[in-house]
């Protein structure tokens, strides 16, 4: 049987936090006095290479004698040189550690009361307030501490469990007998150590990080009274096991090798059992300032998942220093994490006591897995260990580094969601890439409907871990395509121009913006907002068109301000390219157009078709999108509203005169179908059926042209849809259940009413124009003047 020395990676005592403490006088020098002096001694030895002082800053670290067949001296051991300090803080890397609450400022919580603060410094290290505030004590949770034992304190009471047991004992004559109880006084080291993790918080005292958390004592200290030897440990592999098969899935090992050199094929194996089980050794650096854990020999391909080294920081520092006797990370760097070097517990005569070394930086460690498997205890200890490596606190060399591996942990961020993703019950997609734009036709209502759908949605991280999230805020109506901002009106209206020319069989027109700075908007260049050329064929009156439209384009009635009178604009706002051929066919016109564009969001074709006689034309019309609905992006992700549609509709318009009062009207009638995405929350829709009219007058009066008129943008009048997210969780097979919930996407008829009112010069021309809802609210006022210099 292969067996080792292994010492602690605490401190053996610790400094009790009273005004005044008399410790007893010299031991007389008798014969038992003598014994316990030689047995301490030989304990010493072996565990000061990893164990930190009693002191708030622990002592510099000690040689290890070798093995010798007597028993040793007990003269102290020779001190070894001081381990080389730790690198400077990289401001860039780790920020600065929080301040101390000051005693007697005002409680951040109900939870921030003096017991907590009793351990401030540690806890607001690892924003351990956050924890409590939201709940999470580590309630139902097994915890195993490997140790010399635990004292059942008043800190402990009802907190130790029945699955405790003892797996070292008294070897007298030859025979082991098992300890009396599974603490006592030789049980200091382990009291601490499980008063850091469980510590009632019953607001007397200190508390422990998981205050809710049940601790499986794991006693694996020997005191060989043949040998006059004191030993913890050496049944590490059997404890481990043991937790392993009655469920216990973290294990707190505050000791370390006293011979890092050495490997233990014992524990190699047992801790990759213990991996295969879902556990997970949370181990101790050790505080011999070495380069590497002291156990880091034993990490394995095999048992890697199994294990958690942790490495100390020094609290009184002036940024994230490493603790003067803390081992580093080293080859173990991919499995390491730091916590604080000093914390406040209780020793096992229940007194208050700060007690430093990574001994006491890794129950909080074990506290954090403990949380975490309160949280969610589908878990196990291996994914609570991968949370804790992701989520800590990069605070050396950006990355993972040797001094301090993954960081600092950090509660907060640990108890986040990492990576979480939405998913529709086949696939799922990142939130951080995910948001719906609802199009203007769909209206408020049915934007309010989706985000209220979503105000309670499960998701899941990149752990498995289910969160309630409030998605809502995700989710916007655009805005209407005819309101852009009064600056960029205004910037149109003055810097807006206009040219044509005619050939012997053309006419060619085109708009534009001028290069000069209105002061409107920033726009460096010039722009073309439209253009045309118009082609006759033959004699019989056949005329071939190509134009473009741009976004920049308005409507002239009403400084662009109403909805666009055209379907095609209405359902294609962004404009493009259009190529048409038109006929006339005795007293009536037919003709044929293709029309394609795009923007950054998504690309458009479409295909139109009408009749015409005088002033009146039915139009017919079928367009195709990718990426937008109604010319309008859906968004992206998994909340995008689809990938497309595809719509066909049919229009009608007509201009008369009634003595000096011009009128025109239109109204179409659409149905579009919505391409859904196979990733998106709206998993059906029905067809969505679309409506827009609109009704002109206008007439000379006061040297210029009056005109009125009434405006329906284009509004879904019916359509229904289902969104489909996770409502909620089965932990038993790990997975989202989801929830269809049907939407209704009808919008409202909201019509807007506008006056305007133009007038052209010789030298001068002006414009004004008024918008308004129905109800008087949402109204917009421009104008625009020019006057020309001869």
């Known amino acids: 049987m292969e067996t080792q020395a292994t010492s602690f990676a605490g401190g053996l005592a610790a400094s009790r936090i009273v005004t005044s403490v008399k410790g007893p006088g010299p031991l007389p020098a008798s014969p038992s006095r003598r014994s316990l002096a030689i047995l301490l001694g030989t304990a010493l030895s072996l565990s000061l290479g990893a164990c930190g002082g009693g002191s708030s800053r622990p002592p510099a670290a000690a040689s290890i004698p070798a093995p010798?067949?007597?028993?040793?001296?007990?003269?102290?051991?020779?001190?070894?040189?001081?381990?080389?300090?730790?690198?400077?803080?990289?401001?860039?890397?780790?920020?600065?550690?929080?301040?101390?609450?000051?005693?007697?400022?005002?409680?951040?919580?109900?939870?921030?009361?003096?017991?907590?603060?009793?351990?401030?410094?540690?806890?607001?290290?690892?924003?351990?307030?956050?924890?409590?505030?939201?709940?999470?004590?580590?309630?139902?949770?097994?915890?195993?501490?490997?140790?010399?034992?635990?004292?059942?304190?008043?800190?402990?009471?009802?907190?130790?469990?029945?699955?405790?047991?003892?797996?070292?004992?008294?070897?007298?004559?030859?025979?082991?007998?098992?300890?009396?109880?599974?603490?006592?006084?030789?049980?200091?080291?382990?009291?601490?150590?499980?008063?850091?993790?469980?510590?009632?918080?019953?607001?007397?005292?200190?508390?422990?990080?998981?205050?809710?958390?049940?601790?499986?004592?794991?006693?694996?200290?020997?005191?060989?009274?043949?040998?006059?030897?004191?030993?913890?440990?050496?049944?590490?592999?059997?404890?481990?096991?043991?937790?392993?098969?009655?469920?216990?899935?973290?294990?707190?090992?505050?000791?370390?090798?006293?011979?890092?050199?050495?490997?233990?094929?014992?524990?190699?194996e047992a801790v990759a059992d213990y991996r295969r089980m879902g556990g997970l050794v949370i181990n101790a650096a050790g505080n011999s300032g070495g380069d590497n854990p002291n156990d880091a020999i034993d990490l394995t391909p095999e048992n890697a998942e199994g294990w958690l080294f942790v490495v100390a920081l020094d609290p009184n520092g002036p940024g994230y220093e490493l603790a003067g006797y803390s081992n580093r990370c080293g080859s173990a760097m991919d499995r390491c994490v730091a916590g604080v070097g000093t914390s406040v517990t209780t020793d096992n005569a229940g007194n208050v006591v700060r007690f430093s070394g990574t001994s006491a930086a890794t129950p909080q460690v074990t506290s954090l897995a403990a949380l975490i498997l309160h949280k969610w205890p589908q878990l196990t200890g291996v994914d609570a260990g991968n949370i804790i490596l992701s989520t800590a606190r990069d605070i050396g060399a950006p990355g993972t580094d040797p001094v301090f591996g993954h960081g600092l942990i950090d509660m907060r961020s640990a108890l986040s969601p990492v990576d979480p993703t939405l998913s529709n019950g086949s696939f799922a997609t990142p939130i951080a890439t995910s948001g719906m734009i609802v199009p203007q036709a769909f209206g408020a209502d049915a934007g309010e409907q989706v985000a209220n759908l979503l105000s309670e949605v499960t998701l899941l991280d990149a752990f498995g871990r289910d969160y309630q999230a409030d998605l809502s805020g995700l989710v916007r109506l655009s805005a209407p395509s005819y309101r852009d901002t009064v600056a960029e009106r205004l910037d149109r209206a003055a810097s807006g121009r206009t040219a044509a020319f005619g050939l012997s069989s053309a006419q060619v027109r085109f708009g534009y913006l001028t290069d000069r700075s209105t002061g409107f908007a920033s726009r460096t260049r010039s722009r073309i907002t439209d253009a045309g050329v118009a082609m006759r064929l033959g004699d019989r009156g056949a005329i071939v068109t190509a134009g473009y439209e741009g976004p920049w384009r308005d409507d002239a009635a009403f400084l662009g301000l109403a909805p666009r009178v055209d379907a095609m604009g209405a359902y294609m706002p962004a404009g493009g390219l259009r190529l048409a051929y038109d006929r006339p066919w005795g007293d009536l016109r037919t003709g044929i157009s293709g029309h394609s564009g795009g923007t950054r969001d998504g690309d458009v074709v479409a295909m139109t078709g009408w009749l015409a006689r005088d002033l009146t034309v039915l139009r017919l019309g079928l367009l195709e999108e990718r990426g937008t609905i109604f010319g309008t992006a859906t968004g992206t992700g998994g909340l995008r509203l689809g990938d497309g549609a595809r719509t066909l509709f049919v229009e009608l318009s007509s201009k008369a005169s009634i003595g000096p009062w011009d009128l025109a009207g239109y109204g179409s009638l659409g149905t579009t179908r919505i391409r859904l995405g196979p990733d998106a929350v709206l998993t059906d829709a029905s067809a969505v059926s679309t409506a827009r009219f609109g009704v002109e007058v206008s007439r000379e009066a006061f040297g210029g042209r009056i005109r009125v008129g009434v405006a329906q943008p284009l509004v879904v009048i019916s359509g229904a849809g289902s969104i489909t997210v996770g409502t909620a969780y089965n932990i038993i097979d790990r997975s989202l259940q989801f929830t269809s919930r049907d939407i209704d996407l009808t919008g409202r008829i909201d019509p807007r009413i506008a006056v305007g009112f133009e007038s052209a010069g010789p030298r001068s021309s002006a414009s004004v124009a008024v918008t308004s809802r129905a109800d008087a609210a949402d109204t917009t006022l421009l104008g625009s003047w020019r006057f020309w210099f001869r």
């Open 68 to 268: 010798v067949a007597t028993p040793p001296s007990t003269a102290a051991p020779a001190p070894a040189p001081p381990p080389s300090p730790p690198p400077p803080l990289d401001p860039q890397s780790g920020g600065q550690p929080p301040a101390a609450q000051q005693s007697g400022s005002a409680p951040r919580s109900p939870e921030d009361d003096d017991e907590y603060r009793a351990n401030g410094v540690a806890g607001d290290y690892v924003d351990a307030l956050y924890a409590l505030d939201n709940g999470w004590d580590g309630s139902g949770v097994l915890v195993g501490v490997l140790d010399e034992g635990v004292e059942e304190t008043r800190e402990l009471k009802g907190q130790i469990s029945d699955l405790s047991r003892d797996f070292g004992g008294v070897r007298q004559g030859g025979v082991l007998v098992p300890h009396a109880t599974l603490g006592g006084e030789n049980s200091e080291h382990g009291t601490q150590v499980a008063t850091i993790i469980a510590g009632l918080n019953d607001g007397v005292g200190t508390q422990g990080f998981a205050p809710g958390a049940s601790i499986v004592v794991l006693r694996t200290d020997v005191q060989d009274r043949d040998a006059g030897t004191d030993s913890v440990g050496g049944s590490s592999h059997e404890a481990i096991r043991y937790a392993g098969e009655n469920g216990v899935l973290i294990v707190n090992r505050s000791i370390s090798k006293a011979i890092p050199t050495i490997s233990n094929r014992l524990m190699q």
